[in-house]
């Protein structure tokens, strides 16, 4: 399984990026998707997750500010990011999740892409 992240970049505070994830190796049809987070000294953090049936969930600090969707034609999933805040800088990387509650991350990691909110 190939996870590849892209759409990272620079924004203001308030600002809005919209990143992209392509799977390639396995279909994610059945499979429950998710957005992690990794800031320097920190774990990968969930910070949104998407099941099969497109049911979505956020850790509170994203939630009412991010929105993760999915296109299992493309084999892909996005995560939009709305009202950045400096808090939210860290490198983003997605992952198929072993079960939607679980979190657990089921493949090898990407190379994840920079998200840096700055004024």
């Known amino acids: 399984v190939r996870l590849v992240e892209s759409g990272g970049g620079t924004v203001e505070p308030g600002g809005s990026l919209r990143l992209s994830c392509l799977v390639s190796?396995?279909?994610?049809?059945?499979?429950?998707m998710g957005w992690y987070r990794q800031s320097p000294g920190n774990q990968h953090e969930l910070v949104a997750r998407i099941s099969a049936l497109n049911t979505a969930n956020y850790t509170d600090s994203v939630k009412d500010r991010f929105v993760i969707s999915r296109s299992d034609a493309k084999n892909m999933i996005y995560l939009q990011m709305n009202d950045l805040k400096p808090e939210d800088t860290a490198v983003y990387y997605c992952?198929?999740?072993?079960?939607?509650?679980?979190?657990?991350?089921?493949?090898?990691w990407g190379q994840g892409t920079q998200v840096t909110v700055s004024s």
């Open positions: 992952n198929v999740l072993s079960t939607f509650w679980s979190g657990t991350p089921h493949s090898a």
């Open positions: 190796g396995m279909k994610i049809t059945v499979w429950s």
